[in-house]
């Protein structure tokens, strides 16, 4: 009987650490695939946005006649204004003198940016003494034309809007050492724009700066003075009741619902702005509150009552006990809770559609009155366009977004670590 008994402990013992062993196992695998996908997921991005961090350029020997110029005179105000297009058109068919007829001159041009006149224009006021004279100066590619290059190296035709006759002055120029690939600052330098190779995310990622700013200025001390109302100093009765109930279920309301309010009530009832950083902080922070609230109210909960106790024991008030020792120590976890509540915020695009922070808007923001769009917001536009070149824009913005992120939350786990008292 008792050889039998043993027998079956023994048996239940094997089985018990076999399922043991596979849970383990699934877990670890569970864990791996999990892992997979997202280095999967950001390896395709990276791949995608790596060339859109570069540019070709096309040397240009540029003859700045004073003829082509039209100016009459050397000063800088005429020189502003004078007709630098002529000159870089001009230029342009001296170096290819063998094109004729309107259309392939059309076609020619084409092959340049719309910034490349402007290229010009800077270049000779910033060194005046070349009028009369001839200057290399590099100018931007136009976006097929960077595409082409980024995506053939036989020069063959793969469905990109380039011609045959494109093609061929391209390899002419390209075999002469004339394109040269450099580094793409203006994607982080410019704001957006209508021509891929101009666009930049410089305004977006001011203006997501902005915004979370604002954010972070009214959803901080207005989520922590609530959990520690309600935690340390709110009677429990049936006001209080409901305010935790609302607080639980605006953190389950989707996210274009806090848009909607913003624009009918602090948009259209207020009157403020639309498209600004502060609105959409506004906006933010009515999203972000209910996430610090119920993050901040556990772990105030979590505080020992011992050191409650211990405080009051000893003399203090309410007040000195909560902000100078529940407080504290509960920081770390409020600042846990607000890191999720700020990547939230970070990520979201819809309540800022609501709100006008999807129009194009080109110039970099100043200030929180000033209009601007968010990084979201510039992805998902980018993601919409049919040319070629913003694809991999829209790779690279991801990228910068993702990085942002991963600023914010290094300087938060910082922050925790400086802050975190054991007990």
Same mark, same amino acid.
């Given at each position: ?62 003859? $700045? ?10 000063? $800088? ?20 003198? *063998? ?26 006021? /910033?060194?005046?003494?070349?009028? &009369? ?31 045959? /006759? ?14 040269? /690939? ?20 410089? &305004? ?21 003075? %609530?959990?520690? $109302?309600?935690? *340390? ?18 953190? %389950? ?11 009918a009530v602090i948009i259209n009832l207020f009157g403020m702005p639309r498209s600004t950083p502060l ?17 901040? @109210? ?25 902000? &100078? ?16 509540? =700020? ?13 006008? =922070? ?21 992805? $998902? ?6 040319? @070629? ?6 790779? %690279? ?9 991963? =600023? =914010?939350?290094?300087? %938060?786990?910082?922050?925790? @670590? ?6």
């Amino acid at each position: 009987m008792n050889r039998t008994t043993t027998e079956k402990v023994v048996k239940s013992l094997k089985q018990r650490h076999r399922k043991e062993k596979l849970f383990k196992a699934a877990g670890f695998a569970s864990v791996c695939f999990g892992f997979l996908l997202v280095l999967t997921l950001i390896s395709d991005i990276v791949i995608k946005a790596t060339p859109a961090f570069h540019q070709h350029w096309l040397k240009l020997e540029i003859d $700045y006649q004073q003829e082509w110029l039209g100016v009459d005179s050397l000063d $800088y105000e005429k020189l502003e204004s004078a007709d630098y297009r002529k000159v870089l058109r001009r230029s342009i068919l001296a170096m290819m003198p *063998e094109v004729s007829g309107r259309q392939d001159k059309r076609s020619l041009y084409k092959l340049v940016s719309n910034n490349a006149e402007f290229t010009v224009r800077d270049a000779l006021l /910033k060194s005046p003494e070349f009028i &009369g004279k001839k200057k290399n100066v590099w100018v931007m590619l136009d976006d097929d034309v960077d595409s082409y290059l980024k995506e053939n190296t036989e020069f063959s035709q793969t469905g990109i809007r380039i011609s045959e /006759k494109q093609a061929g002055w391209i390899e002419q120029w390209y075999n002469n050492g004339l394109i040269d /690939k450099q580094w793409n600052t203006e994607f982080l330098t410019s704001g957006d724009s209508r021509e891929p190779e101009l666009a930049g995310v410089r &305004g977006a990622l001011t203006g997501t700066m902005w915004t979370m700013l604002v954010t972070l200025i009214l959803s901080f001390p207005l989520g922590v003075a %609530a959990a520690l $109302y309600l935690e *340390e100093f709110a009677p429990s009765n049936r006001f209080t009741d409901f305010i935790e109930v609302n607080i639980n279920n605006l953190a %389950a309301v989707p996210s274009i619902v806090f848009g909607l309010l913003g624009l009918a009530v602090i948009i259209n009832l207020f009157g403020m702005p639309r498209s600004t950083p502060l609105v959409g902080g506004v906006v933010l922070t009515l999203m972000t509150l209910p996430t610090i609230i119920i993050a901040s @109210r556990a772990s105030i909960k979590a505080v020992p009552p011992s050191i409650r106790e211990a405080a009051l024991g000893l003399g203090a008030s309410k007040m000195q006990v909560a902000f &100078g020792h529940v407080l504290p120590l509960a920081m770390p976890g409020i600042i846990t809770g607000t890191i999720i509540g =700020m990547a939230q915020a970070l990520g979201e695009t819809a309540p800022l559609l609501m709100i006008g =922070m999807v129009a194009f808007i080109v110039d970099v923001p100043m200030g929180v009155t000033d209009a601007s769009t968010v990084m979201p917001v510039q992805i $998902y536009l980018w993601a919409d366009s049919p040319e @070629r070149a913003f694809l991999a824009k829209t790779s %690279a913005a991801i990228l910068v977004l993702l990085t942002f992120l991963m =600023m =914010m939350n290094t300087l %938060a786990a910082t922050l925790r @670590r400086k802050f975190e008292k054991r007990f």
